[in-house]
């Protein structure tokens, strides 16, 4: 009797213990490189939301005001902040980052910090606060708010000393303080130089490395909303992808190792060499994914003559997949107009763009498919099979044991099905894993390649050229430093996309017979060639830039397009417009400055107060933003 209960007892154990052993979960695979906080983690799920520029440029037709601009100025009639989002939203974005204090200064809220606010506008009676109404419309149509908030204040007479930086500091506070959840803080990389400055009308350079303390705002940012991304050319936690194009890099990678452009220097905001934001840093130090900025109209503001000039939505889609497509954030500027709404093209493009957002990625094609994997991690189905890659959730997935770094999957749909893009993502928690992969697919009875990638990140979107229909793909990982924790594949197919563009309906001069006088060899910048340019010989300025025309043109305006070949080098910023009939008596009918052409060399529209007569004109180039020898790819009129 006492044998028979022994050997029940022991074998009971037996089973016990192993059935223990079987079920118990192989360790995760090891973090791998710099990673992401929790902040950071929420924002893949919240990777496209919106610009609002909005304030006295918009009234000014300026793009950066000088900070001397009346603030009476400011009176949009018919604002309508519930519009604003709700044009927005329609688009897919899931938040709006406003811009509460641009560079000229000017207070879209009720600050105590300076008299150059909203209180001294018409707006509301001057018993307004334009941040409050577009917060509480976020808040109403479950929409994120963000703030922007300039360093650099053109207005501010303290600008430049330690007071101002303590002023900034306060505004920050007010806006963190004042208007609930913050769910980003935008800095520029724009600070110092001339401006307004209390009436001193001057040149003001700071020390953009030291003069703001970036850490310290950063601290005081981080204590009143814990929970906020802040945004800058070196974070903390968002990146700028390194221009205003609406592109990132391919690869595109998450970590990042700032460089400055300034030899001995740390690098700050609006000091770093943009060419590595681009691309970011592989193995870089920080967890710091790239945003990709950039507007729905040639400028950031709205202006009037740029209403026909409206991206589309095929447009909008293209610029998706070069941003949230390659793991960055597409942050698009959607700028109201004077009346305070967002234009009625702006709305239907976006409403377009999200329609087609919505119905191409409603249905994902993957799913029902078997998946086999050449390799998981402990043979462990239960916890890191490739079950998890269609299960919708970013952070479970298929893993493979530690020495495994370049398996293989096949995945097999229960029917031939019809698709043109292929999404992945990989379980960042464990870090930016991939350096690149192949998506084969099954035909004429082999293997046959269809696409490939390089990064994958929290989110990678291949397109196709073409809809390819097949039962059986399969996906590759060519090279990885270790081994994989991949969390999602899935495919999808687009719908059919309208291939209208907008163009500015007013055309310009024909240029045929121009000629640009006492210049050598200037023709570049009138030969309608914007891969060619002319640059000039010398760094001295004012130089000046005449042009015949042939005989008397009717001008409504002026546009000059900067070198578009990557480098920013001599773009003008600061110039000056005549015009003449007879070359000897000359009227000013334009003057003023570029603003952030260096970041967005786009063409510059110049439009003229009145309709002018004349046979010559004559361009004087003040400055350019780096004092290097100006440049131009196209003069035109309209």
């Known amino acids: 009797m006492n044998k028979r209960i022994f050997f029940i007892t022991a074998s009971f154990l037996f089973l016990l213990f192993s059935t223990g052993l079987t079920a118990q979960k192989i360790p995760p695979p090891k973090p791998y490189g710099a990673l992401p906080n929790q902040d950071q983690l929420n924002w893949q799920e919240n990777n496209i939301y919106a610009f609002v520029h909005f304030?006295?440029?918009?009234?000014?037709?300026?793009?950066?005001?000088?900070?001397?601009?009346?603030?009476?100025?400011?009176?949009?009639?018919?604002?309508?902040?519930?519009?604003?989002?709700?044009?927005?939203?329609?688009?897919?974005?899931?938040?709006?980052?406003?811009?509460?204090?641009?560079?000229?200064g000017f207070c879209l809220w009720p600050t105590k910090t300076t008299e150059h606010n909203i209180t001294k506008s018409p707006f509301r009676n001057g018993k307004g606060d334009l941040v409050k109404e577009v917060e509480q419309a976020c808040r109403k149509y479950g929409m994120k708010f963000g703030v922007y908030v300039s360093p650099w204040?053109?207005?501010?007479?303290?600008?430049?000393?330690?007071?101002?930086?303590?002023?900034?500091?306060?505004?920050?506070?007010?806006?963190?303080?004042?208007?609930?959840?913050?769910?980003?803080?935008w800095h520029d990389g724009a600070n110092g130089g001339d401006g307004y400055y209390g009436g001193a009308r001057e040149t003001r350079n700071i020390d953009r490395t030291t003069y703001y303390n970036w850490p310290s705002i950063w601290a005081l940012e981080k204590k009143i909303q814990p929970h906020?991304?802040?945004?800058?050319?070196?974070?903390?936690?968002?990146?700028?992808?390194?221009?205003?194009?609406?592109?990132?890099?391919?690869?595109?990678?998450?970590?990042?190792?700032?460089?400055?452009?300034?030899?001995?220097?740390?690098?700050?905001?609006?000091?770093?060499n943009s060419k590595f934001s681009i691309n970011g840093t592989r193995d870089g130090k920080y967890w710091?994914?790239?945003?990709?900025?950039?507007?729905?109209?040639?400028?950031?503001?709205?202006?009037?003559?740029?209403?026909?000039?409206?991206?589309?939505?095929?447009?909008?889609?293209?610029?998706?997949?070069?941003?949230?497509?390659?793991?960055?954030?597409?942050?698009?500027?959607?700028?109201?107009?004077?009346?305070?709404?967002?234009?009625s093209t702006d709305s239907i493009n976006l409403?377009?763009?999200?329609?087609?957002?919505?119905?191409?990625?409603?249905?994902?094609?993957?799913?029902?498919?078997?998946?086999?994997?050449?390799?998981?991690?402990?043979?462990?189905?239960?916890?890191?099979?490739?079950?998890?890659?269609?299960?919708?959730?970013?952070?479970?997935?298929?893993?493979?044991?530690?020495?495994?770094?370049?398996?293989?999957?096949?995945?097999?749909?229960?029917?031939?099905?019809?698709?043109?893009?292929?999404?992945?993502?990989?379980?960042?928690?464990l870090g930016q894993r991939i350096d690149s992969l192949a998506i084969d697919i099954w035909g004429n009875n082999q293997w046959q390649y269809l696409a490939g990638a390089s990064s994958i990140g929290s989110n990678r979107l291949i397109r196709l050229d073409k809809k390819i229909t097949a039962k059986k793909l399969r996906l590759r990982i060519v090279k990885s430093p270790v081994n994989i924790a991949l969390s999602d594949f899935a495919l999808f197919a687009q719908p059919a996309l309208n291939e209208e563009t907008r163009t500015n309906s007013?055309?310009?001069?024909?240029?045929?017979?121009?000629?640009?006088?006492?210049?050598?060899?200037a023709g570049a910048l009138i030969d309608n060639n914007t891969k060619t340019f002319w640059q000039s010989n010398s760094t001295k300025f004012p130089q000046e830039i005449i042009v015949d025309m042939g005989k008397d043109k009717t001008i409504n305006a002026?546009?000059?397009?900067?070198?578009?070949?990557?480098?920013?080098?001599?773009?003008?910023?600061?110039?000056?417009?005549?015009?003449?009939?007879?070359?000897?008596?000359?009227?000013?009918?334009?003057?003023?400055?570029?603003?952030?052409?260096?970041?967005?060399?786009?063409?510059?529209?110049?439009?003229?107060?009145?309709?002018?007569?004349a046979r010559y004109f004559s361009l004087k180039i003040l400055h350019t933003i780096d004092g290097n020898k100006p440049n131009i790819a196209e003069l035109s009129a309209r």
């Open 506 to 521: 007013t055309k310009s001069i024909d240029k045929s017979n121009w000629q640009v006088l006492h210049i050598n060899n």
């Open 558 to 613: 002026f546009t000059y397009l900067p070198r578009q070949d990557g480098s920013s080098a001599g773009n003008i910023d600061q110039y000056e417009l005549y015009v003449s009939r007879d070359k000897q008596h000359w009227q000013k009918v334009a003057g003023g400055e570029f603003g952030n052409i260096q970041s967005n060399p786009i063409l510059q529209n110049i439009p003229l107060d009145n309709p002018v007569k």
């Open 351 to 429: 409403k377009e763009f999200g329609d087609i957002l919505r119905q191409t990625f409603s249905h994902n094609l993957a799913k029902g498919a078997k998946i086999m994997a050449s390799n998981v991690r402990g043979n462990d189905q239960k916890h890191y099979g490739t079950k998890f890659l269609l299960d919708d959730n970013q952070f479970s997935y298929w893993a493979t044991d530690d020495d495994i770094h370049t398996p293989q999957l096949i995945i097999t749909l229960p029917e031939a099905r019809t698709f043109d893009i292929i999404r992945l993502k990989e379980n960042t928690k």
């Open 228 to 272: 906020a991304l802040i945004f800058g050319d070196i974070g903390a936690d968002l990146r700028w992808v390194g221009d205003e194009q609406g592109y990132a890099g391919d690869p595109c990678w998450q970590t990042f190792t700032p460089v400055s452009r300034i030899p001995g220097k740390q690098p700050s905001n609006g000091t770093i």
């Open 153 to 185: 204040d053109r207005n501010s007479a303290k600008y430049g000393t330690q007071a101002y930086v303590k002023m900034y500091r306060a505004q920050i506070a007010e806006l963190l303080t004042n208007y609930g959840p913050v769910f980003e803080v």
């Open 288 to 343: 710091m994914p790239a945003e990709v900025d950039f507007s729905i109209r040639p400028g950031w503001f709205w202006h009037k003559d740029q209403n026909d000039n409206v991206r589309s939505a095929t447009d909008l889609w293209n610029h998706y997949f070069l941003s949230v497509g390659r793991g960055a954030s597409m942050l698009l500027n959607i700028p109201p107009d004077t009346d305070g709404k967002i234009f």
């Open 55 to 104: 304030g006295l440029n918009t009234f000014t037709n300026k793009e950066w005001g000088y900070g001397d601009e009346d603030p009476s100025l400011f009176d949009p009639k018919d604002f309508d902040a519930d519009q604003i989002v709700r044009s927005i939203k329609q688009g897919g974005f899931k938040g709006i980052i406003l811009t509460c204090k641009h560079h000229d």
